[in-house]
């Protein structure tokens, strides 16, 4: 099994430029969540999905929208990147929300 | 609002030698629990898990946690350290407070293990 992927692994943009990053799940897990990992901040969640169909925002969603295209599938794109938003984001999933999250390995993204 | 603090951004332990990462929380209802570690260029991996029951919980790799409702507390241990156990390590508590369940993370404990 390959748990949780995330693609790309890297990436570089320049100001303004839009990306979504991917993220797909092969555990028939109802939950996904997107976070991202800043030095000494720990983990802060950007959007997240309980279940097919539902996506809410977390702590920190400015920036970004997500799609959860199907059960497995949880996308997040930056429509106009900016600098602030360098950053390591990881992808997770869960089989219900209160149930202890996967994590993929993280898509690390410079913006310029 | 709900947090999760890790006091020590860093620590070093020799190898053989015992550890203990701290973690409090602030939740008002019975809370779950998790401790995760982090391995350079990795995601987290789940070390352990506290839901209910017995507030001393066995992970993987030989660490061990123990929930304190009177010191709203879940300290990660364990006996003797080996170097690959040299990561960061993130406490987190599940809140359901806003209708949905989500986790709040700590800000990491980064340990250093000398030979």
């Known amino acids: 099994n390959a748990g949780v992927t995330q693609t790309p692994k890297f990436q570089v943009l320049k100001t303004g430029q839009s990306m979504t990053l991917q993220c797909a799940q092969d555990?028939?897990?109802?939950?996904m969540y997107w976070y991202r990992q800043d030095p000494g901040m720990g983990l802060r969640l950007i959007y997240y999905s309980a279940s097919e169909g539902t996506t809410d925002k977390g702590e920190v969603p400015n920036g970004y929208n997500v799609s959860r295209l199907n059960k497995r599938e949880f996308s997040l794109r930056l429509e106009s990147a900016a600098p602030s938003q360098t950053s390591v984001y990881f992808c997770?999933?869960?089989?219900?929300?209160?149930?202890?999250?996967?994590f993929g390995d993280g898509t690390r993204l410079s913006i310029l | 609002a709900q947090s999760v603090t890790q006091p020590d951004i860093h620590i070093t332990v020799s190898e053989g030698a015992s550890l203990e990462l701290r973690c409090n929380y602030s939740y008002g209802a019975t809370p779950y629990l998790f401790w995760y570690v982090q391995s350079p260029g990795q995601g987290l991996q789940l070390l352990l898990k506290?839901?209910?029951?017995?507030?001393l919980v066995q992970g993987i790799k030989g660490f061990e946690a123990e929930f304190k409702r009177s010191q709203s507390s879940f300290n990660l241990r364990k006996p003797s350290v080996h170097w690959s156990d040299a990561a960061e390590y993130f406490c987190a508590v599940g809140d359901s407070t806003s209708g949905t369940y989500k986790y709040i993370f700590g800000t990491g404990t980064r340990l250093k293990v000398l030979a």
């Open positions: 997770a999933s869960s089989v219900f929300s209160n149930q202890p999250q996967h």
């Open positions: 555990m028939n897990h109802n939950s």
């Open positions: 506290y839901f209910s029951g017995d507030t």
